[in-house]
C-alpha cells in the first residue's frame, strides 16, 4: 500500500539555522511526491514537489530530492527565517488509480529569533 | 484567480446532529477530494470526485457521512448523526483533469474547523 512516514516534531530552530524533515515513502509504482506547508490560521500550501526520480522540487530556499533508492524526500533549507514557522506536511501520489495524496503525519517547525 | 472556497469555517454541534459543509473549488477543476484532517495528523481522503461522478470513496464512513457534486462544479459533504470522534478539519481541495500538467497538484481551501460536544 501507499504510505508516508514523517520526522516528528516539534521542531525548534534559531532564525538562519539549517533545516532538515525527514519524510520516506512506501508506494506501489512511481508515485510523485510533494511538500505541502500550513501556515497558522491557513489552509494547505503546496511547497514543492517531484515527479519522478532524481528530481529535484525547489521554492523559496526549500529543497527536496526524490530518491528511489532510499525512498525519501527529506525537506532541507539552508537558513530558516521566523516567516518559515508553520506545520510541513510530505504526502505521495500513486500513478496508478485515483490521484489520492498520501500524507504524514506533519512536523511542527518553530523559528526563534 | 479564485481559490477553493469552504463554508463555514467553524461549527459546533452536540453529538448526533447533523451538519453539512460546502465546497466550491477553483474554476475550471474537474477533479475535487475532500481530506479529514484529525488534530495532530495529516489529512485523509474521505471521497474524490471527477466532474460528478465518484473515484474513490473507500475511505468515507457511509452510514453517517455522504458527499454530493451534483453539477459537477460545488459539492456538499453531509455528517448524519456526528460523533465525537467527527471532530475534526475538514478539507476540500480540487485539481485539474488528469493528464494536463501540473494533473496531480492538488490546491486546498481553508477548510472547515467541526466541534463535535
Known amino acids: 500500500g501507499n504510505s508516508v512516514t514523517q520526522m516528528e516534531g516539534p521542531v525548534t530552530l534559531s532564525e538562519e539555522a539549517f533545516l532538515t524533515i525527514n519524510c520516506t515513502y512506501t508506494a506501489t509504482g512511481y508515485p510523485s511526491l510533494f511538500w505541502y506547508v500550513q501556515y497558522p490560521g491557513e489552509g494547505l500550501q503546496l511547497l514543492l514537489k517531484a515527479t519522478k526520480a532524481d528530481d529535484k522540487g525547489s521554492n523559496k530556499g526549500f529543497e527536496a530530492t526524490y530518491r528511489k533508492e532510499t525512498t525519501s524526500f527529506h525537506l532541507e533549507k539552508g537558513s530558516v527565517q521566523v516567516s518559515d514557522s508553520a506545520v510541513y506536511f510530505c504526502a505521495l501520489a500513486s500513478q496508478t488509480g485515483a490521484n489520492n495524496l498520501f500524507f504524514g503525519t506533519g512536523t511542527r517547525l518553530t523559528v526563534i529569533p | 484567480e479564485a481559490g477553493v472556497a469552504q463554508s463555514p469555517r467553524y461549527k459546533i454541534i452536540e453529538k448526533r446532529q447533523s451538519v453539512a459543509f460546502w465546497c466550491n473549488p477553483i474554476?475550471?477543476?474537474?477533479?475535487l477530494y475532500w481530506y479529514q484532517q484529525i488534530l495532530g495528523q495529516g489529512p485523509k481522503l474521505l471521497i474524490q470526485f471527477q466532474n460528478n461522478g465518484v473515484v474513490d470513496d473507500s475511505q468515507l464512513p457511509k452510514d453517517r457521512f455522504s458527499a454530493e457534486r451534483l453539477k459537477g462544479v460545488d459539492s456538499t459533504l453531509k455528517i448524519q448523526p456526528a460523533k465525537l470522534e467527527d471532530s475534526a478539519v475538514y478539507l476540500c481541495?480540487?485539481?485539474?483533469?488528469?493528464?494536463?500538467?501540473?494533473?496531480?497538484?492538488?490546491?486546498f481551501g481553508p477548510g472547515t474547523r467541526l466541534t463535535v460536544t
Open positions: 474554476s475550471g477543476h474537474a477533479t
Open positions: 481541495a480540487s485539481s485539474s483533469i488528469p493528464g494536463r500538467a501540473p494533473a496531480y497538484e492538488q490546491y
